[in-house]
């Protein structure tokens, strides 16, 4: 069996789990509710306080699907009970985020300033001027909306101005060196 699809998902108090009849998961608490459609390759059952998935067969891609759904159900769980959250970092001269309402405004070198909006399920907050916290309660959400941050003003590797995330390793480069003989 799958090492990951084969250990069971801890439902902790104040979140249910139910699953009808075409494989459709829904786990709902104190932070909201998601949803996720399963293959009908694996069984979704609820027992003692535990999600368990098994497979119907054995291959390749029940195999694959087993520890994939098994890690979805686990996020979306966790995701309900205490939600998902992704630091970014800001380097720069002069570059800078404040929240406005439901939006952060970002300074980031260009000649205008860079506005990201709340999307639905996502909050932005900005602790001091050079640091933007996304949280929600999808890990799936919450990490395509801190990559299209990310993504206005990448790292470059002389300066490492840009955005990164708080815990990304930037390998800096040597710049140029004058002609010495």
Known sequence: MS????MPVDIPAGV?????ADNLVTVSGKLGSLTQL?????????E???VILTRKNESGDAKAKHGLYRMLVFNMVKGVSEGFSKTLVINGVG??????????????????????????GITLECPDATTVVVKGISKE???????KIRGLRPVEPYHAYGIRYS???VVRK???VSGKK
């Open 167 to 169: 815990d990304e390793v």
């Open 174 to 176: 040597v710049g140029k």
């Open 38 to 46: 399963v293959d009908k390759i694996i069984t979704v059952k609820v």
């Open 3 to 6: 090492r990951v699809g084969r």
């Open 141 to 147: 959400a919450v990490g395509q909306f801190s990559a």
């Open 16 to 20: 249910t789990v139910e699953v009808n």
């Open 95 to 120: 570059y800078k985020a404040t929240k406005q309402g439901n939006k952060v405004v970002m300074g980031l070198g260009f000649s205008h300033p860079v506005e990201v909006v709340e999307e639905n």
């Open 48 to 50: 003692n306080s535990q």
